[in-house]
């Protein structure tokens, strides 16, 4: 496949999300009873850029990009570190704010990359599997069970990596990011499907993962 500019697009804004949701997480909103982090908005919709790439250009595809917002979050957290421990001016007076946010712990970091690797990489190979058993049909069947089976990974592994042992674990923790994760994928179906269809138009593209070798490892691109 010749890279587009449109698969350009779509892999920069699953990367932007992605980083986004990484930065906005550290603060908690409130809705009545319910806690959840303000990523909870964002973090979604690398999943639904991720079903678009899965979708349209197929696994291999998706797993390069998958690899690639992994490199780039990290590249983000290093000089994130590396601009925490650098010597402040006399006259700045931001250092603790900058600590208190963009300060991650090796555990929290370490939960986050799992998670991500984990759910994004079920998450692309679920929708490419079901696609060709439901042979191309029937799309929010794909989207809205691979993110089940995704966003279920990637939240419980992160936030039992994150918090276990802590008095903010509880399981109930883990049920509702899970389901605000999938009830934002299923509300945002109508434009998955606007823009997926786009996307085959244009490319006069629709991959299908016959003889695709699956593992997360694989330098197979087609």
Not at 160 to 173: M, N, R, S
Request: a positive charge; aromatic letters at 18%.
């Amino acid at each position: 496949m010749n890279v587009s500019h449109r698969f350009v697009i779509v892999t920069a804004l699953f990367v932007a999300c992605l980083i986004t949701a990484n930065v906005i997480a550290v603060k908690v909103v409130s809705f009545g009873f319910v806690f959840l982090p303000a990523a909870i908005f964002v973090f979604p919709l690398s999943y639904i850029f991720g079903d678009v790439l899965t979708e349209v250009y197929g696994y291999r595809w998706s797993r390069r990009v998958i690899w690639l917002g992994f490199l780039a979050n990290l590249i983000f957290v290093v000089f994130a570190w590396l601009g925490q421990i650098l010597p402040a001016a006399p006259f700045w007076d931001g250092q603790a704010a900058y600590e208190r946010i963009l300060g991650y712990t090796p555990r929290l970091l370490a939960a986050s990359f799992c998670g991500y690797l984990a759910g994004e990489f079920v998450n692309s190979f679920v929708l490419a599997k079901m696609k060709i058993a439901t042979r191309g049909r029937w799309l929010w069947s794909r989207t809205i069970t691979s993110t089940i089976a995704g966003q279920g990974l990637d939240t419980a592994i992160f936030i039992t990596l994150a918090f276990a042992g802590t008095p903010v674990f509880t399981p109930l923790l883990i049920l509702y990011h899970w389901l605000a994760k999938v009830l934002i994928e299923a509300a945002a179906t109508p434009v998955t499907y606007v823009v997926v269809n786009y996307l085959k138009k244009k490319e006069s593209l629709d991959t299908y993962d016959y003889e695709t070798n699956f593992s997360p490892f694989s330098a197979d691109v087609g």
